[in-house]
């Protein structure tokens, strides 16, 4: 039986939330797993009060992420699907992790024109359900803010489009690659693909 190790890359506010969804429609039940949730899980056990307490419980939540993540491949979890933008600092350690475990790699890269991002990212940003400690130099659990804007760690258009260039957000491939123009949600149609990879793996079961 093969296993899937299926990595939805790209930019923040590329959408890999929706398409997670529609591969739930397609696919059914598979083990998700995110960089994000385990820092928001992290910040509220441990918080943080400064950048650099910031960045330090960030290296503690890569550890948390490649270990959950070892015990469900070890474990032979047939589908696990991971979002992240991801970039070279992680490649060869997911690839370590793929062929120790014997799993596929699958890319889905997202990307769009950045300026279409930009306009999404400052909304997503203040948006009321986004963990504070995705916008904050200082956070514990209980914390609140009711003015996102005031938020004191919130990216710049000049770092947003810094990160995504010199991190590679647009170039990461791990296995095959399938790359989705998402600058307009509304002319992406990613059933076609997903019935492909549903067949794919129905017929390697």
């Not at 385990?38 to 910031?54: C, M, N, V, W, Y």
Request: net charge negative; proline share 3%; aromatic share 12%.
């Amino acid at each position: 039986m093969k296993k899937y190790l299926i990595l939805i890359a790209g930019s923040p506010a590329t959408g890999k939330s929706y398409l997670i969804n529609e591969m739930r429609r397609v696919l059914g039940d598979f083990f998700l797993i995110t960089p994000d949730e385990g820092k928001e899980i992290l910040a509220d056990q441990i918080g943080f009060d400064s950048a650099d307490e910031k960045k330090a419980l960030e290296k503690k939540v890569w550890k948390f992420y490649y270990d959950a993540l070892s015990l469900y491949m070890a474990a032979g979890k047939r589908i696990i699907v991971s979002e992240y933008p991801f970039s070279d600092k992680q490649k060869s350690k997911l690839k370590g992790l793929a062929e120790k475990y014997d799993y596929e790699p699958i890319t889905i890269r997202l990307v769009a024109d950045f300026d279409v991002l930009w306009a999404r990212r400052k909304i997503r940003d203040v948006e009321p359900d986004r963990h504070l400690c995705h916008i904050m130099t200082h956070y514990h659990f209980g914390d609140e803010l009711t003015d996102r804007t005031e938020a004191d760690d919130l990216i710049t258009k000049e770092a947003f489009r810094e990160i995504i260039e010199t991190r590679g957000y647009n170039n990461f491939q791990l296995g095959s690659v399938n790359e989705f123009d998402v600058s307009d949600f509304s002319k992406v149609d990613y059933d076609p693909f997903l019935q492909e990879l549903a067949a794919r793996i129905s017929d390697n079961q």
